[in-house]
């Protein structure tokens, strides 16, 4: 196989940015993501929620995650040769992210090199920045991405 | 309101473990969260996977991080005075989670310090090793937590 992607390693060039998505965030969504992966009182139960340190229904930050994820998917990655992650650090979750917020992403390429081991393919370190629609930053974190390269070292 | 937990900041004891869990990971559960979060070919499209780098359909490593989340919610963090995580560090998804997978989790409390700002609130910093059921650590991060103290300092 050697299928044709638009985006390989050499397309992650270090401090460029690129901001995506746009979801909103329903009760209805952060309520059945807890009840499966996070059912904790203030993620699931709107009363617990009201009298708890955040004054109200919260997504689970876990559910941030994996919405961030499918932001990256539908942005650019399901059209990149990507290899997958080996993991992330430094995930910080800054802010509650509540009912009806609209979440976007933007992503910064810190680092960009070579695998030492397979010339064939390229490390991308890339910061991700979380976004609500009042500009605040509810998540951050940085991700390492492995990319196939277009043109082997 | 004045609720009592079964755990508190002080029943974090820096050394200590836990090991729980043990949720069979099955293909339909792997592919209904990687078509909502995170459809990449290799965790969607059992043929695509096959020709993958990982030879087989692989969980999203998302899909681990929110199974772990479930596990520690059922082991004790429901009965725990918890005030949920500022975040996560040096996350790693050291091996590919296949169908059929069994997982569990091991945590170690590694640091357990009173919040300076506020003498209620301790902060536990616990290291979390994912296992699958051949004892292979499959994921791995060390996760931040807050909980109220039993007694103020």
């Known amino acids: 196989m050697s299928k044709h992607y638009k985006y390989y390693w050499e397309d992650f060039v270090p401090g460029s940015t690129r901001e995506f998505g746009g979801i909103e965030l329903t009760r209805e969504a952060i309520v059945e993501f807890a009840r499966q992966f996070d059912p904790q009182p203030f993620h699931v139960d709107e009363e617990a929620a009201r ?55 933007r992503t910064t390429v810190l680092e960009a090199r070579p695998m030492e081991s397979k010339p064939h393919i390229g490390l991308v370190r890339n910061r991700w920045d979380v976004l ?22």
């Open 51 to 105: 009298h708890s340190l955040f004054g109200g229904l919260i997504a689970s930050g876990w559910h941030t995650c994996a919405l961030a994820m499918r932001m990256m998917c539908d942005a650019y990655l399901l059209e990149a040769a990507s290899l997958g992650s080996p993991g992330v650090e430094n995930l910080r979750w800054l802010k509650p992210v509540r009912p009806g917020d609209v979440l976007r992403v």
């Open 132 to 153: 609500n629609q009042k500009d605040e930053t509810v998540m951050q974190m940085e991700g390492y991405g492995m990319f196939r390269r277009r043109q082997a070292g």
